[in-house]
T-cell receptor
Framework: GAGVSQTPSNKVTEKGKYVELRCDPISGHTALYWYRQSLGQGPEFLIYFQGTGAADDSGLPNDRFFAVRPEGSVSTLKIQRTERGDSAVYLC??????????????FGPGTRLLVL | AQSVSQHNHHVILSEAASLELGCNYSYGGTVNLFWYVQYPGQHLQLLLKYFSGDPLVKGIKGFEAEFIKSKFSFNLRKPSVQWSDTAEYFCAVISSGAGSYQLTFGKGTKLSVIP
């Protein structure tokens, strides 16, 4: 079956611009996660959705970052007034139910964002 | 806050050599532990995970990991590596109690296997 997909695969933008990154989770997965991976680092948590609501957004670095999941499926990560430090690979993951922390999180290929 | 340390940044081995990648975590409570792998050009995928029971966990492709609670460690092992094991390996932890569902990852260990 189809895995987690993310679009675009690459995004180049200029400092100060607005970007949207999209994630399509595995069909039927209730939980959706966003992580950010900078060069030489492991993925760092940004936000987690259970259904349509953000259950934990403690990893969002500041108020320029926002994510939505209006119908409980596709999610969009939005970054306003991008800065060069936002350059990273943005990863999306999903899991079936997330009522247990034993579930595997299935990762997508990521969107590589470069802010010039 | 929980954290994960992976001791080796880059490991280079010849084929058939044995592998052990270190992972230590810092957290006061009970945790669930994971090893993920990222092959060149591919996305992160799960190698194995530990929740409870037998502390020696077997995963895919001949990998195993041992949870040693007293050492807060979850080292990854493979008796004989192949060229196809060349990848980056990430250890991750999640608290098993109440609270966030976020995975905390180490910085990763890059493994290069020489034919």
């Amino acid at each position: 079956g189809a895995g987690v997909s993310q679009t675009p695969s690459n995004k180049v933008t200029e400092k100060g611009k607005y970007v949207e990154l999209r994630c399509d989770p595995i069909s039927g997965h209730t939980a959706l996660y966003w992580y950010r991976q900078s060069l030489g680092q492991g993925p760092e948590f940004l936000i987690y959705f259970q259904g349509t609501g953000a259950a934990d957004d403690s990893g969002l670095p500041n108020d320029r970052f926002f994510a939505v999941r209006p119908e409980g499926s596709v999610s969009t990560l939005k970054i306003q007034r991008t800065e060069r430090g936002d350059s990273a690979v943005y990863l999306c993951a999903s899991s079936p139910l997330s009522t247990t922390k034993q579930e595997t999180q299935y990762f997508g290929p990521g969107t590589r964002l470069l802010v010039l | 806050a929980q954290s994960v340390s992976q001791h080796n940044h880059h490991v280079i081995l010849s084929e058939a050599a044995s592998l052990e990648l270190g992972c230590n975590y810092s957290y006061g409570g009970t945790v669930n532990l994971f090893w993920y792998v990222q092959y060149p050009g591919q996305h992160l995928q799960l190698l194995l995970k530990y929740f409870s029971g037998d502390p020696l966990v077997k995963g895919i492709k001949g990998f195993e990991a041992e949870f040693i609670k007293s050492k807060f460690s979850f080292n990854l092992r493979k008796p004989s590596v192949q060229w196809s094991d060349t990848a980056e390996y990430f250890c991750a932890v999640i608290s098993s109690g109440a609270g966030s569902y976020q995975l905390t990852f180490g910085k990763g260990t890059k493994l290069s296997v020489i034919p």
